[in-house]
């Protein structure tokens, strides 16, 4: 096999793709008969082992073979192999689908998932074998969609999110409760059409369908917005639509499930179930709110175990999904809750390292979730035993669209009427055109007894409104959506102007209400931060990063932006940019190179060099990106500054003093043609780079520099200094470029002790790339680098 | 209510005020409700004092700034008229209202929000917000938590982030342009209650 491979490597690379899955399906193919059932192997194995133990031990004429050199036992690695296999396929086709150019623009990805499924399902079935029960609920609901909601949960935009809460919470109740009946009842109406032949579908187990079908789906909300990057409110709307419509599917499935069995239904039963809903709903965020106060809590104490910090978290998470489920609460609310909650207090409290490492495993077990979800949708499309009834599934496509549409024209005539943003048509037509069913419809039908009800005939029905969904509607929403012209999602490069203004706004209109006696939307927002501010955050968060105000830490999160972003461009600094940056003389001189002219002078200010910065930056700046806080699957581009400030505080505090030291020296470095020596530079990459406060040695062949241990944190703008270096040579010249050595070009005025330039030991501890390369990347990209 | 038409006669001109500002009838009385319940002498007026009884403007870190926006320069009481101006710009703004070219920019409309919201820090009127002026927001809004130092390079930085014209200061139009991402409409409306 690997020859066969290597032997083509040379041809084109869908080819390549189609020949690993390829592959792969027939070693899975082939590897699905060497074993009965997956679990009873395994648990007759450990039962049997016991038994034999007991028995007698008469049976010893066992014949002598030769010793086996290798044997072939597949057994007892059945079950990881086969996860394994399917999880290592969803990921080559990820990587597949985004070498391919065109497809990935005009195909959304879950599309193409599915086809793939399709196509593993098909080509298993070929071979003769029995598809394994992939969608099994119990591996649906426990494993493959918690990492989703928990992603969604802890990047969740809480501001637009509790903004719209009326809205979302409308529609998901309202309108999902709508969906569900109009759907069941009219399809139970169809039933009665003598000639379809379901006459024997009652009403009970028509408005069960109709509760299943309903829900809108955040998985394929997720897959198909994130590609048409919508704008951030009707983004937020669908999307907490589907997410909070959880409790009310729960409810309904119950209840139509029980009283299925039943037959009838009491006006005390519909009571009951408002009551349960509210449960439910309630209980469900009671639970994943208490675990998110207690992972916080813990992620207070963990300075001194960095390392498990994150596991906290998934930790927490998932317990509280399962503590949910436990009490058939809504899970998935739950994990919205906990996740929600937790991530303002652990954030302040965990290191940046276990930060990075977080956001990048939710994408990941998410990313690898939702993949295999789809495909997963496929192979049991392939599999399932169907029952096609057109009555029944062209009425229920149908009578899916017509309610959604006339539901939320409706609902958006009520809610406008308490809406400052009024809601517009195009709006209508997006929120409606993205409701949008899912794997999660499938499972739940899956989940039916079959004795009770025709499920074959739900399950075929349910898959082709999925199907029709996700690909007519996902397919066709993105040319929809320029097509009518819907605002986009702003390219928000948040600006501390707006920050301030935003804040000075926030305080004004709660003072004008205050004034107005009116207890509206912003009193109760300013109320609770005071509290949270006073009580909670002492509470959840150590030591002094509690008392950080908002603006601060924004405003220290710009800079480091910015220095990072200023320590990338330098590698494209002109030379023509000479600079002597001199700390003393802090006029700054721009070159006429720069494409920006109109710098004035600055006066002398101890901030000057900080000006100067800045103004290289607006120059020469390549590459400004916004770090969002991403709710995209597929770019990781949460901000990476958010925490590690207060260290980052504490090192501009001693940057200051610095500067101050700096002052009273005389004599100072002067930057070569790349401004890269110059302190300032180097004391801004290590602004930018907190995590480097944990300085780590490696001997991996960097070459290192003697420090100069007079100033206090030169260990690590040195380091970094040689990462900017590197950066900026290219790799080359490994040995010249460590040394601070004045160059050839301009008055070069050696000095500068603190950043001695005799030898400076270079660490190189950066583990992960550094954000700024990696936050690019994450940009250009729409798939996990 | 029907009551509410025989006491908004005892509001004068409150025809004019209500084609003024916008308000419907049962907005204003309810706001003159209010504007009496906060008077509590009975003066027909209001004084700074009467503003800060209200207890939650002593925990807003810009209250002062707040207060000091309903009295005009130099003037140290507010009538119900000037009261309702001030509050009509907090009136959720009409989306399809045809205007004709000969009528003042609506005091609800995002652009006079704006303007008031420019007005506040703009305090000596001059058209332009100058660093000091940024500065004592600033201060006033981080309250001592912050150095000096921090505030000033944050105020350098806001300047330099909005000047477009090099004037080290923050005009008007500067101030609209750094704020264009931000729904104005939704930020600075309140929802006035029947």
Same mark, same amino acid.
């Given at each position: 096999?690997?020859?066969?491979?290597?032997?083509?490597?040379?041809?084109?690379?869908?080819?390549?793709?189609?020949?690993?899955?390829?592959?792969?399906?027939?070693?899975?193919?082939?590897?699905?008969?060497?074993?009965?059932?997956? $679990?009873?192997?395994?648990?007759?194995?450990?039962?049997?082992?016991?038994?034999?133990?007991?028995?007698?031990?008469?049976?010893?004429?066992?014949? =002598?073979?030769?010793?086996?050199?290798?044997?072939?036992?597949?057994?007892?690695?059945?079950?990881?192999?086969?996860?394994?296999?399917?999880?290592?396929?969803?990921?080559?086709?990820?990587?597949?689908?985004?070498?391919?150019?065109?497809? %990935?623009?005009?195909?959304?990805? $879950?599309?193409?998932?599915?086809?793939?499924?399709?196509?593993?399902?098909?080509?298993?079935?070929?071979?003769?074998?029995?598809?394994?029960?992939?969608?099994?609920?119990?591996?649906?609901?426990?494993?493959?969609?918690?990492?989703?909601?928990?992603?969604?949960?802890?990047?969740?935009?809480?501001?637009?999110?509790?903004?719209?809460?009326?809205?979302?919470?409308?529609?998901?109740?309202?309108?999902?409760?709508?969906?569900?009946?109009?759907?069941?009842?009219?399809?139970?109406?169809?039933?009665?059409?003598?000639?379809?032949?379901?006459?024997?579908?009652?009403?009970?187990? &028509?408005?069960?369908?109709?509760?299943?079908?309903?829900?809108?789906?955040?998985?394929?909300?997720?897959?198909?917005?994130?590609?048409?990057?919508?704008?951030?409110?009707?983004? /937020? +709307?669908?999307?907490?639509?589907?997410?909070?419509?959880?409790?009310?599917?729960?409810?309904?499935?119950?209840?139509?499930?029980?009283?299925? +069995?039943?037959? %009838?239904?009491?006006?005390?039963?519909?009571?009951?179930?408002?009551?349960?809903?509210?449960?439910?709903?309630?209980?469900?965020?009671?639970?994943?709110?208490?675990?998110?106060?207690?992972? $916080?809590?813990?992620?207070?104490?963990?300075?001194?175990?960095?390392?498990?910090?994150?596991?906290?978290?998934?930790?927490?998470?998932?317990?509280?999904?399962?503590?949910?489920?436990?009490?058939?609460?809504?899970?998935?609310?739950? +994990?919205?809750? &906990?996740?929600?909650?937790?991530?303002?207090?652990?954030?302040?409290?965990?290191?940046?390292?276990?930060?990075?490492?977080?956001?990048?495993?939710?994408?990941?077990?998410?990313?690898?979730?939702?993949?295999?979800?789809?495909?997963?949708?496929?192979?049991?499309?392939?599999?399932?035993?169907?029952?096609?009834?057109?009555?029944?599934?062209? %009425?229920?496509?149908?009578?899916?669209?017509?309610?959604?549409?006339?539901?939320?024209?409706?609902?958006?005539?009520?809610?406008?009427?308490?809406?400052?943003?009024?809601?517009?048509?195009?709006?209508?037509?997006?929120?409606?055109?993205?409701? +949008?069913?899912?794997?999660?419809?499938?499972?739940?039908?899956?989940?039916?007894?079959?004795?009770?009800?025709?499920?074959?005939?739900?399950?075929?029905?349910?898959?082709?409104?999925?199907?029709?969904?996700?690909?007519?509607?996902?397919?066709?929403?993105?040319?929809?959506?320029?097509?009518?012209?819907?605002?986009?999602?702003?390219?928000?490069?948040?600006? /501390?102007?707006?920050?301030?203004?935003?804040?000075?706004?926030?305080?004004?209109?709660?003072?004008?209400?205050?004034?107005?006696?009116?207890?509206?939307?912003?009193?109760?927002?300013?109320?609770?931060?005071?509290?949270?501010?006073?009580?909670?955050?002492?509470?959840?968060?150590?030591?002094?990063? %509690?008392?950080?105000?908002?603006?601060?830490?924004?405003?220290?999160?710009?800079?480091? =932006?910015?220095?990072?972003?200023?320590?990338?461009?330098?590698?494209?600094?002109?030379?023509?940019?000479? $600079?002597?940056?001199?700390?003393?003389? /802090?006029?700054?001189?721009?070159?006429?190179?720069?494409?920006?002219?109109?710098?004035?002078?600055?006066?002398?200010?101890?901030?000057?060099?900080?000006?100067?910065?800045? =103004?290289?930056?607006?120059?020469?700046?390549?590459?400004?990106?916004?770090?969002?806080?991403?709710?995209?699957?597929?770019?990781?581009?949460?901000?990476?500054?958010?925490?590690?400030?207060?260290?980052?505080?504490?090192?501009?505090?001693?940057?200051?003093?610095?500067?101050?030291?700096?002052?009273?020296?005389?004599?100072?470095?002067?930057?070569?043609?790349?401004?890269?020596?110059?302190?300032?530079?180097?004391?801004?990459?290590?602004?930018?780079?907190?995590?480097?406060?944990?300085?780590?040695?490696?001997?991996?062949?960097?070459?290192?520099?003697?420090?100069?241990?007079?100033?206090?944190?030169?260990?690590?703008?040195?380091?970094?200094?040689?990462?900017?270096?590197?950066?900026?040579?290219?790799?080359?010249?490994?040995?010249?470029?460590?040394?601070?050595?004045?160059?050839?070009?301009?008055?070069?005025?050696?000095?500068?002790?603190?950043?001695?330039?005799?030898?400076? =030991?270079?660490?190189?501890?950066?583990?992960?790339?550094?954000?700024?390369?990696?936050?690019?990347?994450?940009?250009?990209?729409?798939?996990?680098? | 209510?029907?009551?509410?038409?025989?006491?908004?006669?005892?509001?004068?001109?409150?025809?004019?005020?209500?084609?003024?500002?916008?308000?419907?009838?049962?907005?204003?009385?309810?706001?003159?409700?209010?504007?009496?319940?906060?008077?509590?002498?009975?003066?027909?007026?209001?004084?700074?004092?009467?503003?800060?009884?209200?207890?939650?403007?002593?925990?807003?870190?810009?209250?002062?700034?707040?207060?000091?926006?309903?009295?005009?320069?130099?003037?140290?009481?507010?009538?119900?008229?000037?009261?309702?101006?001030?509050?009509?710009?907090?009136?959720?703004?009409?989306?399809?209202?045809?205007?004709?070219?000969?009528?003042?920019?609506?005091?609800?409309?995002?652009?006079?929000?704006?303007?008031?919201?420019?007005?506040?820090?703009?305090?000596?009127?001059?058209?332009?917000?100058?660093?000091?002026?940024?500065?004592?927001?600033?201060?006033?809004?981080?309250?001592?938590?912050?150095?000096?130092?921090?505030?000033?390079?944050?105020?350098?930085?806001?300047?330099?982030?909005?000047?477009?014209?090099?004037?080290?200061?923050?005009? *008007?139009?500067? *101030?609209?342009?750094?704020?264009?991402?931000?729904?104005?409409?939704?930020?600075?409306?309140?929802?006035?209650?029947?």
């Amino acid at each position: 096999m690997p020859s066969r491979t290597g032997a083509r490597s040379s041809r084109s690379r869908p080819e390549l793709g189609l020949l690993l899955l390829g592959m792969f399906v027939l070693l899975g193919g082939s590897l699905v008969p060497l074993g009965a059932a997956s $679990s009873a192997d395994a648990a007759g194995g450990s039962t049997g082992k016991d038994a034999e133990c007991n028995k007698t031990k008469t049976e010893h004429n066992i014949t =002598k073979k030769a010793f086996p050199v290798l044997s072939l036992e597949y057994g007892h690695v059945k079950v990881p192999f086969e996860i394994s296999l399917w999880v290592l396929l969803a990921s080559l086709m990820k990587l597949g689908f985004h070498l391919i150019p065109r497809l %990935s623009g005009i195909v959304p990805e $879950s599309c193409l998932l599915i086809s793939v499924g399709l196509l593993v399902g098909l080509l298993i079935k070929l071979a003769g074998e029995d598809v394994p029960p992939v969608l099994d609920s119990k591996l649906f609901f426990l494993c493959l969609l918690p990492p989703i909601i928990l992603d969604a949960g802890y990047f969740l935009p809480i501001r637009p999110f509790m903004e719209n809460l009326g809205t979302i919470l409308m529609f998901a109740v309202v309108g999902t409760l709508w969906n569900a009946f109009f759907v069941g009842g009219l399809l139970f109406a169809a039933c009665q059409i003598p000639q379809a032949g379901l006459s024997d579908v009652g009403i009970l187990p &028509c408005l069960l369908f109709g509760s299943i079908i309903s829900a809108v789906d955040p998985v394929a909300v997720l897959a198909v917005f994130e590609e048409i990057h919508i704008n951030e409110l009707l983004h /937020i +709307l669908v999307f907490g639509e589907s997410l909070l419509n959880d409790a009310v599917t729960v409810v309904l499935y119950h209840l139509f499930e029980e009283f299925s +069995l039943v037959g %009838s239904v009491t006006v005390l039963d519909g009571f009951l179930g408002v009551i349960s809903f509210l449960v439910v709903a309630l209980g469900g965020v009671l639970v994943g709110a208490i675990y998110g106060f207690l992972a $916080s809590f813990t992620s207070r104490f963990t300075s001194h175990t960095r390392v498990i910090e994150p596991l906290f978290v998934f930790v927490y998470s998932y317990m509280a999904y399962l503590s949910a489920e436990v009490f058939h609460l809504s899970g998935i609310m739950a +994990l919205i809750a &906990c996740g929600a909650v937790m991530r303002p207090y652990v954030e302040a409290n965990i290191s940046h390292k276990s930060h990075t490492t977080i956001k990048y495993f939710l994408k990941m077990w998410s990313s690898v979730s939702e993949t295999l979800i789809f495909i997963f949708l496929g192979v049991a499309t392939v599999d399932g035993k169907h029952k096609w009834n057109w009555t029944f599934v062209t %009425s229920t496509v149908i009578l899916c669209l017509v309610a959604r549409v006339i539901g939320v024209v409706s609902l958006t005539f009520v809610i406008n009427k308490f809406r400052i943003v009024k809601l517009t048509t195009k709006d209508q037509f997006i929120i409606a055109y993205g409701g +949008l069913r899912g794997a999660i419809a499938f499972s739940l039908g899956y989940l039916l007894d079959c004795r009770h009800f025709p499920r074959d005939m739900f399950l075929t029905a349910i898959i082709t409104v999925i199907f029709f969904t996700v690909f007519v509607q996902g397919m066709t929403i993105k040319p929809l959506v320029d097509l009518l012209a819907v605002k986009k999602k702003q390219e928000a490069k948040r600006s /501390i102007n707006e920050e301030i203004h935003t804040q000075f706004l926030d305080h004004l209109l709660t003072g004008i209400e205050d004034i107005c006696g009116h207890y509206g939307h912003h009193h109760w927002k300013d109320k609770l931060n005071r509290f949270n501010k006073k009580y909670v955050k002492k509470f959840l968060i150590v030591g002094e990063r %509690s008392k950080e105000p908002q603006l601060i830490a924004f405003y220290h999160k710009m800079e480091m =932006k910015h220095a990072i972003q200023m320590v990338e461009s330098g590698s494209r600094l002109p030379s023509a940019m000479p $600079s002597t940056v001199s700390m003393q003389n /802090i006029q700054p001189k721009i070159p006429p190179a720069l494409p920006k002219p109109a710098e004035r002078a600055l006066p002398q200010l101890r901030k000057g060099r900080e000006e100067e910065i800045r =103004k290289i930056l607006r120059s020469n700046l390549q590459r400004t990106r916004q770090r969002l806080h991403s709710y995209n699957r597929h770019t990781l581009v949460a901000d990476p500054f958010e925490d590690g400030l207060n260290e980052f505080l504490l090192k501009k505090q001693k940057m200051i003093e610095l500067d101050k030291k700096i002052k009273e020296m005389t004599t100072y470095l002067t930057v070569p043609a790349a401004a890269a020596d110059s302190p300032t530079m180097s004391r801004a990459r290590l602004a930018s780079d907190p995590q480097s406060y944990h300085v780590r040695p490696t001997a991996d062949g960097v070459p290192s520099i003697q420090v100069d241990l007079a100033s206090p944190d030169s260990p690590d703008s040195v380091k970094l200094l040689d990462e900017f270096r590197q950066a900026e040579k290219q790799e080359q010249d490994e040995d010249q470029g460590l040394m601070m050595r004045p160059p050839s070009s301009g008055p070069n005025k050696p000095g500068g002790k603190d950043e001695a330039k005799e030898q400076q =030991k270079l660490m190189r501890c950066l583990s992960d790339p550094g954000p700024g390369a990696d936050e690019d990347e994450d940009e250009d990209e729409p798939f996990l680098p | 209510m029907g009551s509410s038409s025989s006491n908004l006669n005892t509001i004068p001109n409150s025809q004019e005020l209500m084609q003024e500002t916008g308000f419907s009838a049962a907005h204003l009385l309810r706001l003159y409700e209010r504007f009496e319940f906060l008077d509590k002498d009975n003066k027909g007026h209001l004084r700074p004092e009467d503003f800060e009884a209200v207890q939650e403007l002593s925990t807003n870190p810009i209250g002062d700034i707040i207060i000091g926006s309903f009295f005009s320069p130099g003037q140290e009481t507010v009538d119900f008229p000037s009261f309702v101006r001030i509050l009509a710009h907090f009136r959720p703004a009409e989306k399809n209202r045809t205007r004709d070219g000969a009528q003042p920019e609506p005091a609800n409309s995002s652009t006079g929000k704006l303007k008031f919201a420019f007005q506040l820090y703009d305090r000596d009127r001059d058209g332009k917000i100058s660093r000091e002026e940024l500065l004592q927001v600033l201060r006033a809004m981080l309250e001592m938590q912050v150095t000096e130092e921090q505030l000033e390079s944050m105020a350098e930085r806001a300047i330099q982030e909005a000047d477009l014209d090099e004037d080290d200061a923050i005009s *008007f139009d500067e *101030f609209k342009k750094s704020l264009e991402k931000v729904n104005i409409d939704h930020k600075m409306s309140i929802h006035f209650m029947k």
